[in-house]
Structure formats: structure tokens, C-alpha cells
């Protein structure tokens, strides 16, 4: 899904200076290990040009390493399908008016630099398990995700965001897309701070928002990954680099529940 994205929307009205050069891709990977169970944390970017080449080294030989992948959700490809499935019921909630315009800007933004989904690292790590045969999870269902979107309250940046059927001034889009870019190049890079920072204005703006979309998931996420620790196997779990990043990441949950991590990217 596309929350991180629209995360740093809401958050980007002042966006950190980035340095202007993109090392050779490197995003953050993190590894948690007992006796008999190795599950990899990857922090994924839901967007990316097809000029990104990240699935090598340490990623790839951890990934294929894995018994199974479990990224944020698994998005139906043919919903028609799904639809004729018994106990289908079909999404009935409406994201909040300032987060669909948010999104509009950030997917605007994105493919003005080239980044589509299905560039995305979760897509390219669900075809290769897909191809590869290996169990793909979802550590939330898709209903469960729109339900939360409709609850996203109005924030601060929503203020800034054109109405309905009205273009984005050049300034903002300019702005923006300067935005998507460094977050790009900051998860190529393996920058986490850069993340620290848009989740902490994004707090500022929108406390409600930070608690539904990082906070209270990251928690959920920990609670998670401490059962599936207590089966043996090799696990790789791929979630949005900003739930990797901050005092309230994913990271600082497992710690508090005893399951320290260590960067292996």
C-alpha cells in the first residue's frame, strides 16, 4: 500500500535537505536470530523507478534463504476472482477526503520521477516468491487497511492540497516531488534519518494520524513476529522503511519485548 508515501505527504511541507548524489542502492535490512528461527527485516519503499537495482547481495541471499515472505498486506491481483470467493465482502468504507487528496499528490508526484508500484520492492519481492513458490503473507488484510484509511482525520497539510478536479501549483508540485525524490534516494542509501524526520513531522501535524498508521500497526507487527519466533524456520519480512525508522518503530517494539535486532544492511 501506499501509506508511507502518503505519510510523507502529509509531513513533506518542509522536507530535509538531501545531498544531490545516489550511491549504489543499499536499503536498510535488519536480522532477528535464536537457536532455530532467523527472521530478516526489510524496509521496503512502495514506489520506485525501474532504475533501482537493490535485489542483490545480502537482500537477495537472505530472501532466498526464507521459507516465506509476509510483507504489510497482499493485494488481490484479480479482484474479480476474490469477488466470487465465498465470504467476500467487498470494501464498503471511503478513505477520509485529506488522505485521498494526499495520496493523489504523492502518486501524482511519484510517476512525475519515474516511480510506479509495480517497481515498488514489495511487488518485485511478491514475484519472485510468487515464481519461486515460497508462501506470501500478509501481516494485515486489505479490509482491514481501507477501514483504517477511512478513519484518517484531517491535518494541517490538508490545508495545502487542491480541491477536487483543481491542479497543484507549480510550487507545490515542485515541492513535493523534490520530497518523493530524497526519500528515494535516502532509501537507496540505507538513510533511515532522513524517515526519523518525516515521521516526527508528521506527529506534529497529525498525532492521530502517526498513531493509527505507525504506532499502534508497529505494535501489532511486534506482537507478531515474537510468536512466529517461536517456530523454527527462515522468515523475511518486508514493511515500509519509515516503520523501521523513529522512538516508536517496529525495531524499538521487538527490543521491548526482548527480541533485539542487528543491521545486516
Do not use: C
Amino acid at each position: 500500500m501506499l501509506n508511507v508515501i502518503a505519510a510523507a505527504t502529509l509531513a513533506a511541507a518542509t522536507p530535509a535537505a538531501m545531498p544531490p548524489a545516489e550511491p549504489e542502492a543499499a536499503p536498510a535490512m535488519f536480522e532477528l536470530r535464536d537457536a532455530d528461527t532467523t527472521i530478516y527485516v526489510f524496509g521496503t519503499f512502495h514506489a520506485l523507478d525501474a532504475k533501482t537495482h537493490w535485489f542483490n547481495d545480502s537482500v537477495r541471499n537472505a530472501f532466498e534463504q526464507s521459507n516465506e515472505l509476509v510483507l504489510e498486506t497482499v493485494i488481490p491481483e484479480q479482484p474479480k476472482l476474490y469477488q466470487a470467493a465465498p465470504g467476500f465482502r467487498p470494501p464498503s468504507v471511503t478513505p477520509s477526503a485529506s488522505f485521498l487528496a494526499t495520496t493523489r499528490m504523492a502518486i501524482s508526484a511519484g510517476r512525475s520521477q519515474g516511480m510506479q508500484v509495480d517497481n515498488g520492492a514489495d511487488m518485485i519481492l511478491r514475484y519472485a516468491a510468487e515464481a519461486e513458490g515460497k508462501p506470501v503473507e500478509g501481516l494485515e488484510t486489505m479490509q482491514f487497511q481501507l477501514d483504517m484509511f477511512s478513519k484518517m482525520p484531517a491535518t494541517p497539510a490538508a490545508a495545502s492540497v487542491p480541491a477536487a478536479g483543481k491542479a497543484m501549483g507549480d510550487g507545490q508540485m515542485q515541492s513535493l516531488t523534490k520530497a518523493m525524490a530524497d526519500m528515494q534516494s535516502a532509501w537507496k542509501r540505507g538513510d533511515q534519518q532522513v524517515f526519523v524526520g518525516m515521521l516526527a513531522q508528521l506527529r506534529t501535524a497529525s498525532p492521530d494520524t502517526y498513531r493509527m498508521m505507525f504506532t499502534e500497526r508497529n505494535e501489532r507487527w511486534a506482537d507478531w513476529i515474537r510468536a512466529r519466533m517461536r517456530a523454527p524456520g527462515t522468515v523475511f519480512v518486508a514493511v515500509g522503511a519509515g516503520h523501521l525508522a523513529g522512538p516508536d518503530s517496529l525495531l524499538v517494539r521487538l527490543a521491548e519485548r526482548g527480541l533485539p535486532s542487528r543491521r545486516v544492511r
